[in-house]
């Protein structure tokens, strides 16, 4: 058996054992023995025929609905913003795709970082296939399917579920706390009356100060373990891990108010004033998409919140053209990142073979 380092964890990147640092995964590369017992939250070895044809069915046939409705997304509105798109340059448009990408690219390690923190450290292009492919369920209508996807995924790589849930939903608090502060940094001195309407936002943020505390997280997960009768975390979540995921998010939030500020460049508005308030209108419609759960991946509230938020610097017709092609932009980032994460996985394995 592979000699595990200090931190728990074998070369390959996976946990070294049962206990606090998660579970060893199977197959090749796996720090397990062959012919040893898995252990909790972990696949056996042999996996019956049927079964492995079933679970291979099932993961293409989600993949190739999320893929579905994530073309979608795209294609549907190409009506609408083909005229804005006339305005804006190549360059322009992949400056702002490479910028989504970047945002995107924070998000997963604000993930990663979690999910090390609460003992199940990843390699990053196994992270890179959890996280992006399973994001794409957010396409799908109903809002279980990124979790769902990431908790099967996970267990390919020894992760239980319960923690890759609790990874998983750790994230949306600490986006919704940071795209916040954003929203204050930015909107109250540019955009003034155009946002007030948005401003019962700001009770949240008391609210999720106090909630983010390691000692209050911890609490309620247990709790939620233990309604669901489901065992506590093995490894808790430190002030390390909020930290770390809480920088990863403000660098997300940089991306995307950069993707935002290039697309408003090329519509017209041009200075300081039109950049900040790029950084702070993509903000504020994630955190108002994301109160209003019914919409898938907040279609519609979001575009809403950011034509009030470009309001002093576009007018009516232009700011709802920067929403519609920000929203197309991070749906094909979407796309870019599942299909180059999947490919870099899959090449990764072929080689490890």
């Not at 019962?200 to 997960?221: C, S």
């Not at 993707?259 to 017209?268: P, Y």
């Not at 004033?273 to 019914?294: I, P, Q």
Request: with cysteine.
């Amino acid at each position: 058996m592979k000699r595990a380092d200090e931190s728990g964890v074998t070369e390959n990147g996976a946990a070294s054992g049962p206990g606090e640092h998660g579970v060893p995964r199977s197959g090749p590369g796996s720090s397990r023995e062959p012919g040893q017992s898995p252990g909790l939250g972990e696949t056996s070895a042999v996996v019956p025929p049927g079964k492995s044809v079933l679970k291979k069915v099932v993961r293409f046939g989600f993949l190739a609905v999320a893929l579905g409705f994530g073309v979608w997304a795209v294609v549907s509105q190409w009506d609408a913003i083909s005229a804005a798109l006339a305005r804006l340059s190549w360059p322009l448009l992949g400056s702002s795709l490479v910028a989504v990408v970047g945002a995107l690219l924070a998000g997963m390690l604000m993930w990663r970082a979690l999910l090390a923190d609460l003992g199940s450290p990843l390699r990053l292009a196994d992270a890179a296939r959890i996280f992006f492919i399973g994001q794409l369920g957010k396409y799908i209508p109903g809002s279980v399917w990124p979790v769902l996807a990431q908790m099967e995924m996970g267990r390919d790589h020894g992760i239980p579920r319960a923690r890759s849930a609790a990874a998983f939903f750790l994230t949306y608090p600490i986006y919704l706390a940071t795209g916040l502060l954003v929203a204050v940094a930015t909107l109250p001195a540019f955009a003034g009356d155009s946002v007030a309407g948005y401003a019962w936002l700001l009770l949240l943020l008391p609210v999720l100060a106090v909630g983010l505390h390691p000692k209050i997280v911890n609490g309620v997960l247990n709790l939620g373990f233990r309604l669901l009768r489901r065992p506590p975390l093995e490894r808790p979540l430190t002030a390390r891990g909020v930290l770390t995921s809480t920088g990863w998010a403000f660098a997300g939030w940089a991306a995307y108010g950069a993707q935002l500020a290039v697309i408003v460049h090329g519509l017209g508005a041009t200075g300081p004033r039109a950049v900040v308030l790029s950084f702070g209108a993509f903000a504020l419609a994630w955190c108002l998409g994301f109160v209003f759960v019914l919409a898938p991946a907040g279609a519609g509230v979001r575009e809403v919140a950011m034509v009030a938020a470009l309001a002093p610097v576009l007018d009516q017709g232009s700011a709802i053209a920067a929403a519609l092609v920000s929203r197309v932009v991070v749906s094909v980032g979407d796309l870019i990142c599942a299909a180059f994460a999947g490919w870099r996985a899959r090449k990764t394995e072929k080689t490890v073979e």
